[in-house]
Nanobody, 126 residues
């Protein structure tokens, strides 16, 4: 059974930083990722990573500010978020793909992510 548990959300001022963590277990996925959903908006991809030390992918709006990484030993995926902006405010979700997929491309393979955590709220004030 795939289990994903996010932590590390909170409230910060614009320009600040947060690090999200996702404890993952029970997966055989090729990709893990972070996604977000703001009130009244559709869920969108943020960053994905090929498991076991593979490549990382980002949407344009977070490139250069966010970094996704994985600690393979502990099965933990991180999202380091720097230079946060008010438009980054959203519920952030950790997710695992259904089996082996390509998690690059325009939407970072989001439709193929079938396992989701409960989410952690990030609020950035101006």
């Amino acid at each position: 059974q795939v289990q994903l548990a996010e932590s590390g959300g909170g409230s910060v001022q614009a320009g600040g930083s947060l690090r999200l963590s996702c404890a993952a277990s029970g997966y055989t996925s090729s990709c893990l990722g972070w996604f977000r959903q703001a009130p009244g908006k559709e869920r969108e991809a943020v960053a994905t990573i090929i498991t076991n030390g593979g490549s990382a992918f980002y949407v344009d709006s977070v490139k250069g500010r966010f970094t996704i990484s994985q600690d393979v030993a502990t099965n933990t995926v991180y999202l380091q978020m720097n230079s946060l902006k008010p438009e980054d405010t959203a519920m952030y979700y950790c997710a695992a793909s259904r089996g082996r997929i390509y998690c690059g491309g325009r939407d970072l393979g989001m439709p193929e992510f079938g396992y989701w955590g409960q989410g952690t709220q990030v609020t950035v004030s101006s």
